[in-house]
């Protein structure tokens, strides 16, 4: 009641996404003309929600939710939407969903690591190197005093470039490292890389610019919607037409009409054209090839 559609789906994505598992609670009335229809559905937090088996024949007894307290939940007020998961043991691991970022944690981690050490770099950065008197006749306060003039003379972007004049013997060891040494972006970009991939997101669209044309751009929201948003979204039509639908009749079914995607536009006109040079495909079976559902 107190949620839009969009945010409702948004939640269903953002969790299995990010666990695996959708979990979709539905409330319905004990009495009255719509007893047991849901009038009311909830996207559970998937990371707080348990599976209860009831053994090898009744792997789904049912479902507990940790929330400022614990609840349990019959089995067919659930709605689980999980990814494929091959992990089987004893325990019934393999009842859950197995979140992407599980088989791609070590790209995640190296993600991480490289933002972590960038920052790092950026507020502890010791010294370049040593600056040193080959003759060995500086003292303390003299070295000082070479520091701070070279600061004041040759630091900051109005001496870019300037040329240092000692009447000093001096020589030079550096042991800085530059961004550039640790390859540190190098690091990041190859586990953005990495995780679009995980989840068949084109990195153009993540203001990834190395490679990007109008053309790629084009191509790469067109294998979004391909590769990524409608295989999600065909999940969780399947899975409510299992569940839902069966509640308020046996002609209907929950249907996404992909046609009105701009990007996919280009493919339904490869399809109109065959179809009007196919001249024993009927009428009916144009709109059923064209998702025209009546």
Known sequence: PAQSYNAWIQEIIAFGKLTGNRYIYGLKPETGANQGKFKELYVLPSQKVEINSGGIFEPVKSYSLEYNGQYKMAAEDICHIKNFNPDYDGTGSHLYGMSPLKAGLRSLDTNNEAVTTGAKYLQNQTARGVLMSDEGDINEVQAQQLKEKFRQNYQGSNSAGDIVITPKKLSWINFG?????????????????????????????????????????????????????????????????RWLTPQFGNNLFIYFDFTVIPELQEEMDKVVDQMSKAWWITANETRSAMSFVS
């Open 177 to 241: 490292r530059s961004a550039s040494d640790l390859s540190i972006i190098e690091q990041y970009n190859a586990s953005i890389k990495d995780l679009c991939n995980i989840y068949n997101v084109p990195v153009q669209l993540l203001n990834n610019t190395d490679s990007s044309t109008y053309n790629n751009m084009k191509e790469a929201k067109k294998a979004l919607y391909q590769n990524a948003v409608i295989p999600e979204m065909l999940k969780i039509r399947d899975e409510l037409n």
